[in-house]
């Protein structure tokens, strides 16, 4: 018996039913279809999957097959009930996803937060979680807060009082930021935030229930004056800030500022969150302390993560705090998801405790500091006008103001279409901008693309403001 013709023959004589027949009806079985066509039961079966893959027919688990609804007779769905079920969308999430959105083919990214793939040690993190994938161990059920080793090599490089016992591991620095604002707020509570800040905080502190509350900031960082004031005037106990190459701004906080922004949360007795993202993205100089290592008496929530300076893949950050809040936050983060992966612990473990991490650290620093090199260069030959701002030291984007009028979010549009991805300033402020800017990333672009880069930036601004 030629099976593949039996199969054939089963196709077109259940094809022929189909198309004379109304959709439900119940179509030959299977033992039918074997007798009339001599096929075995295996091959009438095949058949049926194959229309059913096809969406002629259907098959019902204990009762047959059935002649399938026409394309043209199924029901669409009616998704619109969803919208008064949700109610209105989250503030920010649009921003948000334009931020993490991939470049179109062919186009330079000057946006992102991440490091070019050129720049991230991904050798040396394929080889430990290699490694670490082979321990039975790291498969296991670990500490909820997680490892002691890894909670321990966080609070040692963080250089302050705290111990591995008030670390807890978190997938990332957006979720122990998230987790912070949950475990130390309550919805309707004030947070206060440099202004601009991290677009991430925002739509964190929004999805919290979060009133947010801009406190200017400069190229000193935050102001201290003004943070007291607004400390005062909200009766807020909470202060979110990076005070090391701020993103967007670069900003580091200045010596002179550091013991005064400390005096002003400790007088208003609140906590501030160091979101320390930048601190192996040091370019000129060397890094600064932490402000966590000057804080006796636990004012402040350190935060630390090894996405930036490492690869978007190595999800792995540390929160900390002594007292009570070190306990809600090793309490909140179980709600969120348990405990991180146990191999990407060990293998984060091992990347950073070999010689690998300091090599990848200095070669990140000079690499840095050629494309931001680059990307000034460019920016002087043919944008001059947003290239006259403060150089930041470290981090990963250079804040660009633009002439006054200039309309960012327009200017973003224009120049995705000439295909350069820059990102708007306005999404990172909490209330209106006191002026435009674009954020321009130079770790997301090799520096032999940074000239073409602008040069596309340019005809979208000149056609902007020719027009």
């Known amino acids: 018996m030629n099976d593949g013709n039996a199969a054939e023959r089963v196709i077109q004589d259940l094809r022929g039913l189909v198309a004379v027949a109304d959709p439900g009806t119940r179509l030959p079985s299977v033992r039918e279809l074997t007798a009339r066509h001599q096929a075995s039961p295996v091959t009438v079966a095949k058949a049926i999957r194959q229309l059913v893959a096809q969406g002629l027919i259907e098959a019902r688990s204990g009762t047959g097959t059935f002649v399938a609804a026409r394309p043209d007779e199924r029901r669409a769905p009616d998704l619109s009930w969803q919208t008064v079920a949700l109610g209105p969308r989250r503030p920010g999430e649009d921003e948000m996803q334009a931020l993490l959105a991939l470049p179109p083919a062919g186009a330079i990214p000057l946006s992102g937060g991440y490091l070019d793939a050129d720049l991230q040690p991904a050798a040396a993190l394929g080889t430990a979680l290699t490694r670490a994938a082979r321990q039975p161990a790291s498969w296991q059920r670990g500490p909820a807060e997680g490892r002691e080793d890894l909670r321990a090599w966080f609070a040692r490089q963080a250089g302050t009082g705290l111990r591995a016992d008030d670390m807890v591991i978190c997938p990332g620095g957006q979720a122990a930021l998230s987790t912070a604002l949950r475990a130390l707020t309550a919805p309707g509570d004030t947070l206060l935030v440099e202004s601009p800040t991290y677009l991430g905080a925002l739509a964190a502190a929004r999805a919290a229930g979060l009133r947010v509350v801009p406190v200017p900031a400069d190229a000193d960082g935050v102001r201290p004056d003004q943070l007291a004031a607004a400390f005062a005037r909200t009766g807020a106990r909470l202060f979110y800030c990076q005070p090391l190459y701020a993103n967007p701004h670069g900003a580091t906080l200045a010596d002179h500022r550091r013991v005064q922004v400390a005096e002003a949360v400790r007088d208003a007795g609140a906590f501030l969150i160091e979101d320390d993202y930048a601190r192996d993205l040091t370019i000129d100089g060397e890094t600064p302390p932490p402000l966590a290592a000057d804080d006796p008496d636990g004012h402040v929530i350190y935060l630390r993560s090894l996405t930036k300076s490492a690869a978007p893949g190595l999800r792995v950050a540390a929160i900390g705090a002594r007292g009570p809040a070190g306990t809600r936050l090793r309490a909140a983060r179980l709600l969120d998801d348990f405990f991180v992966a ?20 200095r070669a990140l620093r000079t690499a840095l500091r050629t494309r931001r090199e680059a990307l000034l260069t460019a920016l002087h030959r043919h944008l001059p ?29 224009a120049a995705a279409a000439e295909g350069v991805i820059v990102f708007p300033g306005r999404p990172w402020y909490a209330a209106e901008p006191p002026a435009a800017h674009l954020r321009l990333t130079y770790a997301a672009a090799p520096p032999d693309l940074m000239d073409e880069a602008i040069r596309r930036l340019a005809r979208a601004f000149h056609k902007g403001t020719t027009m």
């Open 342 to 361: 146990g191999p990407l612990q060990q293998a984060t473990l091992d990347f950073v405790t070999a010689p690998a991490w300091a090599r990848h650290r």
């Open 385 to 413: 006008e947003l290239a006259q701002q403060p150089v930041p030291r470290g981090g990963l984007h250079f804040w660009a103001r633009l002439p006054e009028g200039t309309d960012d979010v327009a200017l973003a549009a």
